[in-house]
């Protein structure tokens, strides 16, 4: 086998490029975007796709039982755990053909130069494509990394979606076991390290004018589904003081959650993203409304003192408006620091790469939080053009893509060479 060389080992860019452009057509829409959900024939075919292109990589490919694809390269040191790589390929709706599908597609791209240059590592490498990380028609999002790491309960198979199918009978459609459930657990001493490169999602690169983010820690995310109930009345007759609106004691609400945001509050974002009312007709007074509250920091304690203070302030609105609110925690995701080892490692090979780089939050949620309960875990970041996700004008620059792919790359042989082989 050849000796692994820094200075010359790259990905073949163009290669990238396209496969990223063959995956975002499966599932394209009409704007623009792509719907690929977890559990649909398009998620199917997008999976087929990466599983062909792992094993033209060179890797043993499988499903687990959780049905995330694995493709395994062995390592010249069995002894030694493996050092994975990943994300995910299912979308949002109408989203973009970069968040997740990236990420799975650079790791290939890695495994296949590793391979076609004859380069050893010492570590065995597995490249990983979670299932359903988007949390598809109503179900566990990162259903794949919770069930990688022993996360996942008898509720989580037995729910019913959103489409009203059985979560169960979903899993066994794309290639999972939902019997053997267990089997996709990995210990933590199968597991060195592990490595997700992805869009930033957001705008700090791209007005900083850097290629490279070095994620330090990823947001932890509680949701809250808070409830109004006031009294429904005629719109025309009831005098305003003896209304009990439920929507205006809503708007309160809503102005409550965006204070707990900075610099004011103790979280890092708080948003009211969903709202929905009843009788909802423009001639009655809203009887009832229920909001769906996100706040995300990535500090635990300050987003326990965020749901703390929102419940006091609740508190006093629900007086002043002589309603009823009630506040329920739906799922949520702890908050995780990315290990120090594995950010001086990326921040080492944007250097050798001469790729300038900056230390950042991730605020966005991603499978490596999970991954990171069982092994020690790092992010890449490229620019995203306007901080745009989740949306058709998701976009990064094809030479980002390539340097972020390189980076990767070359993290895994300065990780390699510096745990691997050092003793």
Same mark, same amino acid.
């Given at each position: 086998?050849?000796?692994?060389?820094?200075?010359?080992?790259?990905?073949?860019?163009?290669?990238?490029?396209?496969?990223?452009?063959?995956?975002?057509?499966?599932?394209?829409?009409?704007?623009?975007?792509?719907?690929?959900?977890?559990?649909?024939?398009?998620?199917?075919?997008?999976?087929?796709?990466?599983?062909?292109?792992?094993?033209?990589?060179?890797?043993?490919?499988?499903?687990?039982?959780?049905?995330?694809?694995?493709?395994?390269?062995?390592?010249?040191?069995?002894?030694?755990?493996?050092?994975?790589?990943?994300?995910?390929?299912?979308?949002?709706?109408?989203?973009?053909?970069?968040?997740?599908?990236?990420?799975?597609?650079?790791?290939?791209?890695?495994?296949?130069?590793?391979?076609?240059?004859?380069?050893?590592?010492?570590?065995?490498?597995?490249?990983?494509?979670?299932?359903?990380?988007?949390?598809?028609?109503?179900?566990?999002?990162?259903?794949?990394?919770?069930?990688?790491?022993?996360?996942?309960?008898?509720?989580?198979?037995?729910?019913?979606?959103?489409?009203?199918?059985?979560?169960?009978?979903?899993?066994?459609?794309?290639?999972?076991?939902?019997?053997?459930?267990?089997?996709?657990?990995?210990?933590?001493?199968?597991?060195?390290?592990?490595?997700?490169?992805?869009?930033?999602?957001?705008?700090?690169?791209?007005?900083?004018?850097?290629?490279?983010?070095?994620?330090?820690?990823?947001?932890?995310?509680?949701?809250?589904?808070?409830?109004?109930?006031?009294?429904?009345?005629?719109?025309?007759?009831?005098?305003?003081?003896?209304?009990?609106?439920?929507?205006?004691?809503?708007?309160?609400?809503?102005?409550?959650?965006? &204070?707990?945001?900075? =610099?004011? @509050?103790?979280?890092? #974002?708080?948003?009211? *993203?969903?709202? !929905?009312? %009843? +009788?909802?007709?423009?001639?009655?007074?809203?009887?009832?409304?229920?909001?769906?509250?996100?706040?995300?920091?990535?500090?635990?304690?300050?987003?326990?003192?965020?749901?703390?203070?929102?419940?006091?302030?609740?508190?006093?609105?629900?007086?002043?408006?002589?309603?009823?609110?009630?506040?329920?925690?739906?799922?949520?995701?702890?908050?995780?620091?990315?290990?120090?080892?594995?950010?001086?490692?990326?921040?080492?090979?944007?250097?050798?790469?001469?790729?300038?780089?900056?230390?950042?939050?991730?605020?966005?949620?991603?499978?490596?939080?999970?991954? &990171?309960?069982?092994? =020690?875990? @790092?992010?890449?970041? #490229?620019?995203?053009? *306007?901080?745009? !996700?989740? %949306? +058709?004008?998701?976009?990064?620059?094809?030479?980002?893509?390539?340097?972020?792919?390189?980076?990767?790359?070359?993290?895994?042989?300065?990780?390699?060479?510096?745990?691997?082989?050092?003793?």
């Amino acid at each position: 086998m050849k000796t692994r060389s820094a200075q010359t080992l790259r990905v073949a860019g163009d290669r990238l490029v396209a496969n990223i452009r063959a995956l975002g057509a499966i599932g394209a829409t009409a704007g623009g975007g792509v719907t690929r959900l977890a559990f649909t024939a398009e998620d199917a075919r997008g999976r087929e796709l990466v599983r062909d292109l792992m094993t033209e990589a060179g890797l043993r490919t499988c499903v687990d039982s959780a049905a995330n694809i694995i493709g395994h390269r062995p390592g010249e040191r069995p002894d030694l755990p493996a050092l994975m790589l990943g994300s995910h390929i299912d979308t949002v709706p109408d989203g973009g053909a970069l968040d997740g599908a990236y990420g799975v597609l650079a790791a290939i791209e890695v495994a296949r130069a590793l391979n076609q240059h004859g380069t050893p590592l010492a570590h065995p490498l597995a490249v990983v494509a979670f299932n359903n990380e988007e949390g598809a028609f109503g179900t566990r999002g990162m259903w794949g990394a919770h069930a990688m790491v022993g996360a996942l309960d008898e509720a989580d198979l037995t729910a019913v979606d959103d489409r009203g199918r059985l979560v169960a009978d979903s899993l066994a459609d794309i290639g999972g076991d939902p019997a053997h459930l267990d089997r996709a657990v990995w210990r933590p001493d199968q597991v060195a390290a592990y490595l997700e490169l992805h869009i930033e999602q957001g705008p700090v690169l791209e007005s900083r004018d850097v290629r490279i983010g070095v994620v330090e820690a990823i947001t932890g995310r509680s949701t809250l589904t808070v409830s109004v109930r006031g009294k429904a009345s005629h719109a025309g007759t009831t005098p305003m003081e003896l209304r009990q609106d439920a929507l205006v004691a809503a708007a309160h609400v809503i102005l409550a959650v965006g &204070g707990l945001a900075h =610099p004011h @509050g103790p979280v890092r #974002v708080a948003t009211v *993203g969903a709202l !929905s009312l %009843a +009788p909802n007709a423009w001639n009655v007074v809203p009887g009832t409304v229920t909001l769906q509250v996100d706040l995300r920091d990535v500090s635990d304690a300050a987003t326990r003192q965020a749901i703390a203070r929102l419940r006091g302030e609740l508190l006093d609105i629900a007086m002043r408006t002589v309603t009823t609110i009630e506040v329920t925690d739906q799922h949520g995701v702890t908050a995780m620091s990315c290990d120090a080892g594995l950010r001086d490692v990326i921040a080492e090979a944007s250097e050798i790469l001469d790729l300038s780089h900056l230390s950042l939050p991730s605020g966005a949620g991603h499978d490596a939080q999970i991954i &990171g309960r069982i092994a =020690p875990m @790092g992010m890449i970041f #490229v620019p995203s053009k *306007g901080g745009v !996700s989740h %949306a +058709p004008e998701e976009h990064s620059a094809d030479d980002d893509l390539i340097a972020g792919a390189n980076v990767l790359l070359q993290s895994v042989l300065t990780y390699d060479e510096r745990y691997g082989r050092a003793f």
